[in-house]
């Protein structure tokens, strides 16, 4: 079985078992549509406050609701040492690494697909720029946040309290493609075009593909700790 072959049975793993339980999914939606709920009451949709918060509240909404996610990624593999199993399926672990972030980047979108249209809608928000370009930046965004995410997860997972601790490790980490997603999706949704928002787009893809290349490369080491 070559190399792709075995991230998309490790992908394919991961969807059928989440189609059978619907425990990651529905934690997530969740807890997005609650934060996305609380916001909506606790700010005046007329108010030109909103116009300079509403960034933040969406993506607010995604990585809380990601963490939620995230802390159940490799949860499932802890139940009878299944991830030794997963270790003993491949020569290179980062197959696994690949597998799980490919899981988590479905999961996360189709929570943003179903949460973005009802955050414009409850804040009754008009999109002045390119829709293609907030996709964009949610798509680049959530990539880099999947991506140091499962990374951390497969870290925290063996640990007393992974709930807690995900976050405390993972939120400082996340930092720099936060801050540009946020700032990239201001602009954008305020009539913002690409000139303005390409050195923020250059941030979130450096962000990326560092991200994506060095947990790549550590994660057999992680697995052996």
């Known amino acids: 079985m070559n190399y792709f072959n075995q991230i998309a049975t490790l992908v394919r793993k991961d969807l059928a078992s989440e189609l059978r339980t619907k425990e990651m999914l529905s934690s997530m939606l969740i807890f997005a549509m609650l934060t996305t709920v609380v916001f909506s009451f606790a700010f005046d949709p007329d108010t ?9 509240i969406i ?7 990601g963490i939620m996610g995230l802390n159940r990624s490799f949860g499932g593999e802890r139940n009878n ?3 030794l199993g997963l270790m003993l399926c491949t020569q290179d672990r980062g197959v696994i690494y690949l ?22 809608v409850l804040f009754d928000y008009r999109l002045k720029g390119s829709l293609l370009l ?23 997972v063996n640990t007393r309290n992974s709930e807690i ?9 996340i930092v720099p493609v936060l801050i540009a997603a946020v700032q990239a ?6 009539g913002g075009n690409w000139a303005d928002t390409v050195n923020w787009f250059r941030v ?14 550590l994660f057999e080491y992680l697995l052996e700790v």
């Open 48 to 56: 030109e406050t909103v116009k300079k918060v509403f960034p933040g």
């Open 59 to 65: 993506w607010v909404a995604f990585i809380f609701a």
């Open 81 to 83: 040492d299944c991830i």
């Open 99 to 120: 597998g799980k972030t490919i899981s988590n980047l479905v999961f996360m979108y189709i929570m943003e697909g179903i949460t973005l249209p009802i955050l414009f």
């Open 134 to 156: 907030l996709i964009t930046v949610v798509l680049l965004g959530t990539w880099g946040f999947i991506a140091v995410g499962t990374f951390m997860s497969a870290m925290a």
């Open 165 to 173: 601790l995900l976050p405390i490790v993972l939120f400082p980490l």
């Open 185 to 190: 999706t201001g602009i954008i949704v305020n």
């Open 204 to 217: 979130i893809g450096a962000f990326d593909v560092i991200f994506t290349i060095v947990p790549w490369l």
